[in-house]
């Protein structure tokens, strides 16, 4: 679950995206262009968007830059 606060100026909180963040949305459809077919969760992590979803028919975990949504990593789980 994604929770927004109002008020923040640039300050994102461990669960809570920035106000400057791409949309969790935008974020979505950012991975099914790059190869995810489902995504099971995403979340923002300390920073950045975390979250996890298949791709190859592969359960994977990844890390998005909560601004572009550009994959920073991802990994098998």
Not at 20 to 42: A, F, H, R
Request: proline share 5%; hydrophobic share 40%.
């Amino acid at each position: 679950m994604l929770v927004f606060s109002v008020g923040l100026q640039g300050v994102a909180l461990a669960g809570q995206p920035g106000p400057d963040w791409m949309p969790v949305e935008q974020v979505k459809q950012k991975l099914m262009l790059s190869g995810y077919t489902s995504i099971i969760k995403i979340e923002a992590e300390d920073g950045h968007w975390d979250g996890e979803g298949m791709k190859n028919g592969k359960a994977m975990q990844f890390d998005l830059d909560p601004k572009t949504g550009e994959i920073l990593g991802e990994v098998e789980r």
